[in-house]
């Protein structure tokens, strides 16, 4: 098998003028160059460099894929305790008022979760569209994992009533509503 060169010169698309001036110039790069100096290919240090920028954002796109799994399984985990714990709001003949973000919000609930949710025991979780009432340690474990989802909890205060309270005496009638 000829060379390329050979074979160019046979087909007749080089002559023997541009070959020769073509090796000469090889020879004058390869004496220039210092000996046990290694020659640096471009197209190998262009391909290499291309290699480590892919790898670079696949390693990237990876942790983006991995958070986004991270996400998906904490949203799966808050909807999971949200669902088994939910209070029933079937019979809830009052509405209970609150903010969601620049909204006022209402949903029906009974006379002891207006009560309870007031003194923290219960809390407003949001899943999604819906608002759903949860005891106060599920909405803890649901902040946890994400803040957002949990609408209303109220600082629980000492047994709810303090020694030096001075309307300690007053009983608050059952119809009032603020």
Same mark, same amino acid.
């Given at each position: 098998?000829?060379?390329?060169?050979?074979q160019?010169?046979?087909?007749?698309?080089?002559?023997?003028?541009?070959?020769?001036?073509?090796?000469?110039?090889?020879?004058?790069q390869?004496?220039?160059?210092?000996?046990?100096?290694?020659?640096?290919?471009?197209?190998?240090?262009?391909?290499?460099?291309?290699?480590?920028e892919?790898?670079?954002?696949?390693?990237?796109?990876?942790?983006?894929?991995?958070?986004?799994?991270?996400?998906?399984?904490?949203?799966a985990?808050?909807?999971?305790?949200?669902e088994?714990? *939910? /209070?029933?709001?079937? #019979?809830?003949?009052t509405? %209970?008022?609150? @903010?969601?973000? =620049?909204?006022?919000? $209402? &949903?029906?609930?009974?006379?002891?979760?207006?009560?309870?949710?007031?003194?923290? *025991? /219960?809390?407003?979780? #949001?899943?999604?569209?819906? %608002?759903?009432? @949860?005891?106060? =340690?599920?909405?803890? $474990? &649901?902040?946890?994992?994400?803040?957002?989802?949990?609408?209303?909890?109220?600082?629980r205060k000492?047994?709810?009533?303090?020694?030096?309270?001075?309307y300690?005496?007053?009983?608050?009638p059952?119809?009032?509503?603020?």
């Amino acid at each position: 098998m000829a060379s390329l060169q050979e074979q160019l010169l046979k087909a007749g698309l080089a002559d023997e003028k541009k070959a020769r001036a073509v090796k000469n110039e090889k020879r004058k790069q390869r004496k220039q160059q210092p000996k046990g100096a290694v020659v640096v290919n471009e197209t190998e240090e262009r391909a290499r460099q291309a290699r480590q920028e892919k790898a670079e954002r696949d390693r990237q796109l990876n942790l983006e894929r991995k958070q986004e799994a991270e996400k998906k399984a904490i949203q799966a985990q808050i909807r999971q305790l949200i669902e088994t714990n *939910r /209070l029933d709001r079937s #019979r809830g003949e009052t509405s %209970y008022q609150f @903010v969601d973000g =620049k909204k006022i919000k $209402k &949903i029906p609930v009974d006379d002891t979760m207006v009560d309870q949710l007031s003194r923290g *025991r /219960l809390a407003v979780v #949001r899943q999604g569209e819906n %608002y759903d009432i @949860v005891p106060e =340690k599920v909405a803890r $474990k &649901i902040m946890e994992r994400d803040a957002a989802a949990v609408i209303v909890l109220h600082d629980r205060k000492q047994d709810d009533a303090g020694e030096d309270d001075p309307y300690a005496g007053y009983e608050i009638p059952d119809d009032l509503m603020w």
